[in-house]
């Protein structure tokens, strides 16, 4: 039995600890686990910190890397951008106490949340090397800059300053005057290497996701000789859209929470309570989550007890609730994919796809995947894999990732890629782009290095990666027609005039006119586009030609894909022609006599030199054309559908507003909603089917 001064004595040795303390004993949880990591994890935390500001200051970002090793097994890190800055009282706060961030309890996508991480930066560099973090930080209403070394005390966690002052800031590169912007440079143990898991490649995979952005890295040993640089220049002068703040939703609503947001409530009434912090909960909703708890409509919020919360919390899963907003979420979208692959991956095909925003346990999310293919990309090895959330790159624990489970998920051999065993990561010269979106990433680990497992995710996902498998098939199979024709028609056009020549000769007549038989020979439609920027109109013009090179007369309509949901219009496109769906435009061909072709043309505005560089082209018609894909109606017309109910969507909204449901328990169509369904707005369903695909989705996949 432990005496009572015993007892007393363990109970005084209970000491708080602070969460800097924590850290400082637990390094790892912020990524500083190994020395090649720690540089890594450094260069995130400062590197994302400046995309942030930027993007939230809506500048396009201009950031600089340096690294300068040192002695030994440390290293100097300089990282500096032209973001809006850091108010002076603002710095120590920023640099030097854990846990204070501005995002935390924001429910939208965000790269950081806890405000752990460039706190954590100053922290190791201090516990490694002992040294102070050197911060310049320059706002556009200061007519000087604040230069401060900072440190943290971990037992308050909070900063220690020293050697503050004002100075005008002169840029070492330009030597020209800064008016806005910040710059760090610390000194900690850590070890540059090069490789797949290196800063190099972490700036490279963020400029991908990044094409709004130009960052440049310069290495230097101690000499000062440079061992490694990149400069991934900006492509796009798009910011990323501005996302808003959303409040939560029921469905990812825990007992303990809605405990805590009851006890805090102003509210009078249940039914406020409901309607005001919860999105997705309509006037009727609240009611009948209120009926089916059992809790008076008129009850205060802060008199609800633990078994009446238990029951909303079920209520909550039962009643059909509106889908939470989705302008929370901020896409790179498709054809910014492509300009960032393009600016770091030389490629001849790309095929992106950016999902239809969907939602699990209450957190909206968003699915994008990029390929690209060929190229100087190698053919002996696995496809390169590029995970992201939240336009971060991933680069550690790829294997027990969700986003790899389910690229491996896939049979690429269909999509021609080679795939030993028919499971695991396929080989070929390829890489793939798999991008998370979501208000709520959910990781494997503390350090945000893979992301877990979610069935939601998962499948939309694969269905991503169907979509682009199917885009690498059709391209595939074009090229390999189009080899096979052209080989097939210069083969003719070579030996037939040179045998009709000697024939002619031989026999002392006129040489016969050739295009009969070589028609007879080719027997075969061969389409071909070509994709080229006219600068004088600044318009992406796309020429397409179809050769008839059969013996009899053809009757087509040519429809092109065009990307018209990024601003852009059809200004130039002398042989008119319809519109079919959005982004998809159609030209009748009535006839086209053997031996003969004809050209389309057109040319959109909106968009800049190189934004667009392949063309999808489809047909309807007999047999087949090669250089182009049979068009799949039933999709087209699942499309159109869609369309068409958005369209009606949007004229009741601009006739007295409406809320939109995109569940599929939703009403179908429009004309049988009713009007008082959800207490006043009308309710539409807006979801495409689960595995809808512009074009050419096969059977199996369906």
């Known amino acids: 039995m432990i005496r009572m001064n015993e007892a007393e004595e363990i109970s005084s040795k209970q000491k708080q600890i602070s969460i800097s303390e924590f850290f400082e004993k637990n390094k790892h949880f912020l990524g500083f686990d190994t020395l090649p ?39 100097e890190l300089i990282t500096q951008d032209n973001g809006p800055g850091i108010p002076r009282d603002a710095i120590e706060n920023v640099f030097g106490k854990f846990l204070l961030g501005s995002r935390f309890h924001a429910i939208r996508q965000t790269r950081g949340q806890q405000g752990i991480g460039i706190t954590g930066v100053v922290m190791y560099s201090q516990l490694t090397t002992g040294s102070k973090t050197h911060v310049v930080s320059k706002i556009k209403s200061d007519s000087s800059a604040v230069y401060v070394d900072l440190g943290v005390d971990t037992k308050k966690n909070k900063a220690i300053k020293s050697g503050e ?62 061992i490694e640089e990149g400069d991934w220049v900006r492509t796009s002068n798009k910011l990323p859209r501005v996302v808003e703040e959303i409040k939560p939703h029921p469905h990812g609503i825990q007992l303990g929470t809605l405990q805590r947001m009851l006890r805090e409530a102003n509210d009078r009434k249940m039914t406020s309570f409901l309607k005001h912090n919860f999105s997705g909960v309509s006037p009727r909703a609240a009611k009948e989550i209120l009926a089916m708890a059992e809790v008076e ?21 039962t009643v059909k609730l509106l889908k939470p907003p989705m302008d929370c979420l901020s896409p790179i979208e498709d054809l910014l994919i492509k300009k960032g692959l393009s ?28 390929l690209v293919f060929g190229g100087d990309l190698t053919s002996d090895g696995p ?29 690429w051999k269909n999509y021609g890629l080679e795939q030993p065993g028919g499971t695991g990561i396929p080989k070929g010269p390829a890489a793939v782009l798999i991008h998370l979106a979501s208000t709520n990433v959910q990781f494997t680990s503390e350090a945000k290095e893979a992301v877990s497992y979610n069935e939601e995710v998962f499948e939309e996902i694969r269905k991503a990666m169907l979509e682009v498998g199917r885009g690498l098939k059709n391209h595939l199979k074009k090229d390999s027609q189009r080899k096979k024709a052209k080989e097939k028609f210069e083969l003719v056009n070579i030996i037939l005039p040179e045998i009709s020549k000697k024939s002619s000769e031989l ?38 030609t179809i050769h008839n090179y059969t ?55 909106g968009l800049s030199k190189g934004d667009w560089n392949e063309a999808d082209i489809f047909f309807r018609g007999n047999g087949e054309i090669i250089g182009a894909t049979k068009m799949d109606e039933a999709l087209l017309e699942e499309q159109r559908k869609t369309e068409a109910l958005e369209a009606a969507v949007q004229e009741v909204r601009d006739n007295g507003g409406v809320s939109v449901r995109t569940d599929m328990e939703a009403s179908q169509v429009l004309p049988n909603i009713d009007n008082n369904e959800l207490g006043g707005p009308n309710v539409v369903d807006l979801s495409p089917s689960a595995d809808t695909d512009w074009f050419g989705m096969e059977g199996d996949e369906q």
Request: charged letters at 30%; hydrophobic letters at 35%.
């Open 37 to 75: 990591r720690a540089v890594i994890t450094a260069v995130k935390e400062s590197v994302d910190n400046s995309l942030d500001a930027c993007e939230e200051a809506r500048i396009l970002p201009d950031i600089r890397v340096e690294i300068r090793r040192t002695k030994g097994d440390e290293l």
């Open 165 to 226: 002052k004002r100075d005008i800031w002169i840029d070492d590169k330009t030597g020209n005057e800064v008016s806005h912007g910040l710059r760090i440079k610390t000194q900690m143990k850590a070890k540059y290497q090069r490789g797949k898991k290196s800063v190099f490649q972490y700036l490279r995979m963020t400029s991908i996701v990044n094409p709004h952005a130009s960052i440049s890295l310069v290495v230097l040993d101690r000499e000062g000789s440079v």
């Open 297 to 317: 409509e008129g009850r205060t919020p802060k008199r609800i007890k633990a078994e009446e919360a238990k029951t909303m919390i079920s209520a909550f899963q």
């Open 343 to 370: 600016k770091a991956i030389d490629s001849r095909f790309a095929s992106t796809v950016t999902r239809s925003p969907s939602v699990s346990q209450g957190n909206p999310f968003q699915v994008e995947v990029g």
């Open 383 to 411: 496809i390169e894999i590029l995970r992201f959330a939240n336009r971060v790159p991933l680069m550690y624990q790829q294997g027990g990732c969700l986003l790899t489970k389910s690229l491996e998920a896939v049979n």
């Open 507 to 544: 026999l002392g007549r006129e040489e016969p006119d050739l295009a009969p038989v070589i028609t007879q020979i080719m027997n075969a439609v061969f389409l071909e586009e070509v994709l080229s920027w006219d600068k004088e109109r600044r318009l992406s013009m796309c020429s397409i």
């Open 551 to 605: 013996a009899r007369a053809r009757a087509y309509t040519i429809l092109a894909k065009w990307p018209e949901s990024y601003g852009t219009s059809m200004e130039y496109n002398p042989k008119g022609g319809r519109k079919e769906a959005r982004g998809l435009w159609a030209w009748r061909l009535d006839t086209l006599d053997p031996g003969t072709s004809t050209v389309l043309e057109f040319g959109i505005s």
